[in-house]
């Protein structure tokens, strides 16, 4: 890491935090320390590149290191190859394969650095530098250090989530000393709290001056305060002292509004609405999405699922086309052919729609037995009855919903015409199901009763739309929400969840529920139903295909995924506080007697963090390895 000396701070207007800073003034280039700090403006221009420069890494290579490594979303290859242009290098992630010189590790650990370089250099330079000259009080500038004191712990706690102990930990702007990693003469365990004991002691000493309901857009108090939090609940995780007790405290303070007025949101679509850093009360911190210069229908949450031809479904003019590379971890297995279900072939092997969805007795659930899983199976894990599993819609006045493509893909979300892919399932018709599998029988790999992400086709797996497409028509045309980090319903369910560790298993349901509640319908949430021949009770109380009755460690765990699902924060360490990320079962993990299953049933535990990458080691000889991966065998 080179903590950089001087900020290339070329501002554009798409890196502009929308209503909170004026972007509007002159671009600046390199600039030296002696010069480009003259105004408040000026200030701020430098914090948003800040800010810019981390959403950038979280939107994407964060993204990858927490969702792909986990349970719900997966990296497909067809037909046992690599996907497109990546040669399969984010393939080892959903398959727990990496090591130190995988191209995704080292891309990873480089993107940390530079947000963090930025953040010293701010630091180290506006302390240096009057409050008078710039136009501002010293309670002022004290504000904006300490605001940028806490993204640097932001910026700190999500590299060291993933690499741990190795990570250096260093304030200094000096780049003739090489940082040295923060176990250094330590033990990897010591070098976790050493990090930990840190982070904590930055954020207590700059909550003061931090804003109280302020800017989402800004680090606030409630968002200093919820940093602390995840580093209180994941403690046992990171460093063996379970510190559940006191997270439990911090939680409901800031529930209870000693931090900002915040509240759940009765539209769980108001969290993800082109206007959410305005209109959600829920919302504690968010990254800005520009409303003139980011109309992105590739945005990281949604591009990867959707397919080259999707535009037509969202009956949009948006040039650019979906990655067609991920979708949800699926729920059945392949003992019966999904797709079959819903097309058939001619003697020329031309297909035709039979019906538009699948008949979900025709395979086993993941979540039955034989194989009684707990973890991936996405689909299957909602209540049927969840608003969330409509297929996805809009129209012209911005009014949407709906998280999840499945069956038979019609364009002008579903009322139009036939849809049909391309690549491997070129001029046959888009069907998207609850499998992943080569269901052609093309290629080197049969139909198994349990696949792999190695044998996806076109049509394999559900594709997420959590986040709005707009329709064509709507004055929003594809623009991004703002990309919310921090929200009221994760401290809600980071109680319950200290609540559940105590034995409060009853009362914790309830703290959840308070946030499941705006899910359902009235009717739903309190009454029973039958539904696709299945009995339900009230959804309040309503456990999910394949789970106990009771409220218990496997039920919290799964909540966190569903609410939480794509959100790219938090999947894999959620699974590493309930040791479950390398010795718990889902889909293709944790069968090894499966016919073709290929990877072993419990991984080895070093995949609990990621290792140094074999090129940051080779440059700085003060980095330590983090000693999991110092083993001969990779």
Same mark, same amino acid.
């Given at each position: 890491?080179?903590?950089?000396?001087?900020?290339?701070?070329?501002?554009?207007?798409?890196? !502009?935090?929308?209503?909170?800073?004026?972007?509007?003034?002159?671009?600046?280039?390199?600039?030296?320390?002696?010069?480009?700090?003259?105004?408040?403006?000026?200030?701020?221009? &430098?914090?948003?590149?800040?800010?810019?420069?981390?959403?950038?890494?979280?939107?994407?290579?964060?993204?990858?290191?927490?969702?792909?490594?986990?349970?719900?979303?997966?990296?497909?290859?067809?037909?046992?190859?690599?996907?497109?242009?990546?040669?399969?290098?984010?393939?080892?992630?959903?398959?727990?394969?990496?090591?130190?010189?995988? *191209?995704?590790? *080292?891309?990873?650990?480089?993107?940390?650095?530079?947000?963090?370089?930025?953040?010293?250099?701010?630091?180290?330079?506006?302390?240096?530098?009057?409050?008078?000259?710039?136009?501002?009080?010293?309670?002022?500038?004290?504000?904006?250090?300490?605001?940028?004191?806490?993204?640097?712990?932001?910026?700190?706690?999500?590299?060291?989530?993933?690499?741990?102990?190795?990570?250096?930990?260093?304030?200094?702007?000096?780049?003739?000393?090489?940082?040295?990693?923060?176990?250094?003469?330590?033990?990897?365990?010591?070098?976790?709290?050493?990090?930990?004991?840190?982070?904590?002691?930055?954020?207590?000493?700059?909550?003061?001056?931090?804003?109280?309901?302020?800017?989402?857009?800004?680090?606030?108090?409630?968002?200093?305060?919820?940093?602390?939090?995840?580093?209180?609940?994941?403690?046992?995780?990171?460093?063996?002292?379970?510190?559940?007790?006191?997270?439990?405290?911090?939680?409901?303070?800031?529930?209870?509004?000693?931090?900002?007025?915040?509240?759940?949101?009765?539209?769980?679509?108001?969290?993800?609405?082109?206007?959410?850093?305005?209109?959600?009360?829920?919302?504690?911190?968010?990254?800005?999405?520009?409303?003139?210069?980011?109309?992105?229908?590739?945005?990281?949450?949604?591009?990867?699922?959707?397919?080259?031809?999707?535009?037509?479904?969202? *009956?949009?003019?948006?040039?650019? !086309?979906?990655?067609?590379?991920?979708?949800?971890?699926?729920?059945?297995?392949?003992?019966?052919?999904?797709?079959?279900?819903?097309?058939?072939?001619?003697?020329?092997?031309?297909?035709?729609?039979?019906?538009?969805?699948?008949?979900?007795?025709? !395979?086993?659930?993941?979540?039955?037995?034989?194989?009684?899983?707990?973890? =991936?199976?996405?689909?299957?894990?909602?209540?049927?009855?969840?608003?969330?599993?409509?297929?996805?819609?809009?129209?012209?006045?911005?009014?949407?919903?709906?998280?999840?493509?499945?069956?038979?893909?019609?364009?002008?979300?579903?009322?139009?015409?036939?849809?049909?892919?391309?690549?491997?399932?070129? =001029?046959?018709?888009?069907?998207?199901?609850?499998?992943?599998?080569?269901?052609?029988?093309?290629?080197?790999?049969?139909?198994?009763? &349990?696949?792999?992400?190695?044998?996806?086709?076109?049509?394999? =797996?559900?594709?997420?739309?959590?986040?709005?497409?707009?329709?064509?028509?709507?004055?929003?045309?594809?623009?991004?929400?703002?990309?919310?980090?921090?929200?009221?319903?994760?401290?809600?369910?980071?109680?319950?969840?200290?609540?559940?560790?105590?034995?409060?298993?009853?009362?914790?349901?309830?703290?959840?529920?308070?946030?499941?509640?705006?899910?359902?319908?009235? *009717?739903?949430?309190?009454?029973?139903?039958?539904?696709?021949?299945?009995?339900?009770?009230?959804?309040?109380?309503?456990?999910?295909?394949?789970?106990?009755?009771?409220?218990?460690?496997?039920?919290?765990?799964?909540?966190?995924?569903?609410?939480?699902?794509?959100?790219?924060?938090?999947?894999?360490?959620?699974?590493?506080?309930?040791?479950?990320?390398?010795?718990?079962?889902?889909?293709?993990?944790?069968?090894?007697?499966?016919?073709?299953?290929?990877?072993?049933?419990?991984?080895?535990?070093?995949?609990?963090?990621?290792? &140094?990458?074999?090129?940051?080691?080779?440059?700085?000889? =003060?980095?330590?390895?983090?000693?999991?991966?110092?083993?001969?065998?990779?």
């Amino acid at each position: 890491m080179n903590a950089i000396k001087k900020f290339l701070v070329t501002i554009i207007s798409g890196l !502009a935090l929308t209503g909170c800073f004026d972007m509007t003034e002159r671009p600046y280039t390199l600039l030296d320390a002696s010069n480009y700090f003259t105004d408040e403006n000026s200030i701020k221009q &430098v914090i948003a590149h800040i800010y810019a420069q981390e959403q950038s890494d979280l939107s994407e290579l964060y993204w990858y290191a927490q969702e792909l490594s986990a349970d719900q979303i997966t990296w497909r290859s067809w037909n046992g190859g690599s996907w497109g242009w990546d040669s399969g290098d984010k393939f080892v992630l959903s398959t727990h394969t990496w090591n130190p010189s995988s *191209n995704y590790v *080292n891309r990873i650990w480089n993107g940390a650095w530079t947000a963090i370089g930025l953040c010293n250099n701010f630091i180290t330079d506006l302390e240096a530098i009057s409050a008078s000259s710039l136009g501002i009080s010293e309670a002022q500038k004290r504000a904006y250090i300490d605001e940028v004191r806490t993204f640097r712990v932001y910026c700190y706690y999500n590299v060291f989530e993933v690499f741990g102990g190795v990570i250096p930990l260093t304030t200094s702007t000096d780049t003739s000393i090489l940082p040295v990693s923060a176990m250094d003469g330590m033990t990897f365990e010591e070098g976790c709290k050493k990090i930990c004991d840190w982070m904590i002691d930055e954020l207590d000493d700059a909550l003061e001056s931090l804003a109280v309901n302020g800017s989402v857009n800004r680090c606030n108090q409630a968002m200093n305060r919820m940093i602390k939090m995840r580093i209180l609940l994941n403690s046992e995780v990171f460093t063996g002292e379970a510190r559940f007790g006191e997270c439990k405290l911090l939680a409901k303070d800031i529930i209870d509004g000693k931090f900002g007025s915040y509240a759940i949101a009765d539209d769980y679509k108001s969290i993800y609405s082109a206007n959410n850093n305005t209109e959600c009360k829920e919302i504690v911190f968010a990254f800005s999405s520009d409303v003139v210069y980011n109309k992105r229908s590739t945005n990281m949450r949604n591009g990867p699922f959707m397919s080259y031809v999707f535009t037509a479904y969202f *009956n949009t003019k948006e040039e650019h !086309a979906g990655w067609n590379c991920c979708c949800v971890t699926p729920s059945f297995d392949n003992s019966s052919n999904f797709y079959n279900q819903c097309v058939s072939f001619d003697a020329n092997g031309v297909a035709s729609v039979v019906k538009d969805m699948y008949d979900k007795e025709l !395979a086993v659930c993941f979540l039955d037995a034989p194989y009684n899983d707990k973890l =991936g199976a996405v689909m299957e894990r909602y209540d049927p009855r969840d608003i969330r599993l409509v297929a996805p819609y809009n129209d012209a006045t911005g009014n949407w919903g709906g998280h999840f493509m499945k069956g038979v893909m019609y364009s002008d979300f579903g009322k139009g015409d036939l849809q049909f892919a391309d690549a491997d399932r070129d =001029g046959q018709p888009l069907v998207y199901v609850d499998q992943v599998g080569n269901f052609q029988g093309k290629g080197e790999h049969p139909l198994q009763v &349990v696949e792999n992400p190695r044998w996806g086709e076109t049509n394999s =797996g559900i594709r997420a739309a959590k986040y709005p497409y707009y329709h064509i028509d709507s004055p929003y045309n594809f623009c991004d929400p703002d990309v919310v980090e921090f929200r009221l319903a994760e401290v809600y369910y980071t109680y319950a969840e200290c609540l559940l560790r105590e034995g409060n298993n009853n009362e914790a349901k309830s703290w959840v529920n308070q946030v499941r509640k705006r899910y359902f319908s009235a *009717n739903d949430w309190t009454n029973g139903s039958t539904v696709d021949g299945r009995s339900l009770t009230g959804a309040q109380d309503q456990a999910p295909r394949g789970f106990d009755s009771a409220f218990d460690e496997d039920r919290m765990l799964s909540e966190w995924g569903i609410e939480f699902f794509d959100e790219g924060h938090r999947r894999r360490t959620d699974l590493r506080r309930f040791d479950k990320f390398t010795q718990g079962q889902w889909w293709f993990f944790g069968r090894a007697t499966e016919v073709g299953y290929d990877l072993p049933a419990k991984r080895d535990r070093k995949y609990e963090w990621f290792p &140094v990458p074999d090129r940051a080691m080779a440059a700085n000889p =003060g980095l330590t390895q983090n000693p999991a991966y110092l083993t001969a065998a990779e």
